[in-house]
Nanobody
């Protein structure tokens, strides 16, 4: 199983972007999915997570109210809609699959499958 992110790019302050992660395979709907990011020169950090049935979501404080995570189990995709982007949102964004199913896990050790990442750059 591979996770493939798409939708990154270079935008300006206040713009919106939608990242998408494709996760083909028969078990997509069995696991919590999450998004993490790694800003330049910093450690990877949690962004958002969604449980397998979408009944639980969790967001980092820095993106609450601006970002939204959603999944489509039929299409085997999980999206991250990012609004009002700021320079601090500049990072490589990673999609990840958790080892858990019904919690919105927010620690990277709770995830065991990662995508290759997609760059998001926000400039003035």
């Amino acid at each position: 199983v591979q996770l493939v992110e798409s939708g990154g790019g270079a935008v300006q302050i206040g713009d919106s972007l939608r990242l998408s992660c494709a996760a083909p395979g028969p078990t997509f709907d069995s696991y919590t999915m999450g998004w993490f990011r790694q800003p330049p020169g910093k450690d990877r950090e949690f962004v958002a997570a969604i449980s397998r049935h979408s009944d639980r979501t969790r967001y980092a404080n820095s993106v609450t109210g601006r970002f939204a995570i959603a999944r489509d189990n039929a299409k085997k995709t999980v999206d991250l809609l990012m609004n009002n982007l700021q320079p601090d949102d500049t990072a490589v964004y990673y999609c990840a699959r958790s080892r858990f199913s019904d919690i919105a896990a927010n620690q990277d050790f709770q995830y065991n499958l990662w995508g290759q990442g997609t760059q998001v750059t926000v400039s003035s």
